[in-house]
């Protein structure tokens, strides 16, 4: 008898990244770690450059827009080398966009510097671990050093209850969001595709609502949490 799981099975490509052996799939999570952590400092940077504020829901229209157009566009062209030369040619706009965002929070006397400790943690681990990484592993370590770290600055400069709280509680999420995605887009990527990886890792913060979709849409197919007649 043939027993469902409770959740969908990931989305796959052909040929991605999990299929291959240890040491390609250790070589493209070191690079798009890399790479990601890149892209966070050239946020920052961006985002020091003097633009007028319009506040923050101005500012998300077009990243929301931006994200969600990136999506469609993956969602059409799903393993196709069109898809992939676009995410990796769209993901400085998505850099520029993100910076114009974390500007905004800025304007807001919110830290936003803690977005870079745990993802810079989690480069050091994946830097040292040899060839012994693990996700768990890699999330746990990073995000007690990086909590460590961001909790000493926050004392050190005095932040005060509401910013040390915004800022250890957006470093926790934004690290476990990162890491708990890169585990899963290896599915979905082909090794050559480190850039479309990060853009991947932008613009999936709305993967939550399409695989809530996908798990109900599965629980009605195969008449999970429904009661017997």
């Not at 040929?15 to 690079?31: C, I, K």
């Not at 080398?81 to 769209?90: F, I, N, P, Y």
């Not at 746990?140 to 990086?146: A, D, N, P, Q, V």
């Not at 460590?148 to 934004?174: E, K, M, T």
């Amino acid at each position: 008898m043939y027993v469902p799981n409770y959740i969908p099975e990931p989305l796959e490509v052909p040929s991605n990244v999990t299929e291959q052996p240890y040491l390609v799939r250790l070589r493209f999570v070191r690079r798009v770690t890399l790479l990601h952590l890149i892209s966070l400092g050239l946020v920052g940077l961006i985002s020091q450059v003097p633009l007028p504020q319009v506040g923050l829901m101005s500012s998300l229209v077009p990243l929301v827009v931006l994200f969600l157009a990136l999506d469609l566009i993956r969602i059409r062209t799903r393993g196709r080398d069109s898809e992939t030369r676009l995410s990796a040619v769209l993901l400085p706009v998505v850099v520029l966009t993100a910076a114009w965002n974390i500007r905004e929070i800025a304007f807001m006397d919110l830290p936003v510097w803690p977005f870079i400790v745990g993802p810079a943690a989690a480069m050091i681990y994946t830097l040292l671990c040899g060839r012994d990484y693990s996700f768990v592993g890699c999330w746990l370590l990073s995000l007690i050093s990086s909590t460590v770290i961001v909790a000493a600055i926050a004392n050190q400069f005095d932040l005060g209850p509401r910013r040390s709280a915004f800022a250890l509680g957006g470093n926790g999420v934004f690290l476990t969001y990162v890491l708990y995605d890169l585990a899963s887009l290896q599915a979905r990527r082909r090794v050559g595709e480190e850039l479309s990886a990060v853009t991947d890792l932008y613009r999936d913060v709305f993967n939550i609502f399409g695989y809530i979709s996908r798990v109900i849409g599965h629980w009605k197919k195969h008449k999970i949490w429904v009661a017997p007649r």
